[in-house]
């Protein structure tokens, strides 16, 4: 999926108070600086093929953690946490395994995510706070 169409998904999650308020942190800016984003998207696709694309993960609705790691942080952020919020943000039926597509969209969606806070945090040129909202 193009940077556009994420952005625009991003945007729309951010309308959403408690959505908003999901930024790296401290620990999880320098993970992203330290590790790069390479291995960042691998942890994203570990994390999504085990913990979420199964038709019922176990402890569905618990199964990520609030922070710790860059890509949980964005998971709550994107809506991309649970079967529920994927459901109810993303269309995605709960019951149904996720297909290959759309864990390449969860990924792409969670790694622009990052990419975006990490940007702001890193001082990139024309970032601000704002911007990092989605």
């Known amino acids: 999926m193009d940077t556009l169409a994420l952005d625009a998904v991003l945007l729309r999650l951010a309308r959403s108070s408690f959505r908003a308020r999901f930024h790296l942190r401290g620990g999880e800016q320098e993970y992203v600086r330290s590790r790069g984003m390479a291995t960042v998207r691998c942890h994203a696709q570990d994390f999504i093929g085990s913990r979420l694309a199964p038709a019922r993960p176990a402890k569905d609705g618990q199964q990520t953690p609030w922070g710790g790691h860059p890509v949980f942080r964005g998971q709550h952020a994107t809506a991309t946490c649970c079967r529920t919020c994927l459901e109810r943000n993303h269309g995605f039926a709960r019951g149904q395994p996720l297909t290959q597509d759309q864990q390449a969209y969860i990924v792409d969606l969670l790694c622009r995510w990052i990419e975006r806070q990490a ?11 704002q911007s990092a909202l989605f």
């Not at 940007?119 to 706070?129: Q, R, S």
């Open 119 to 129: 940007a702001v945090a890193g001082g990139a040129p024309g970032a601000d706070h």
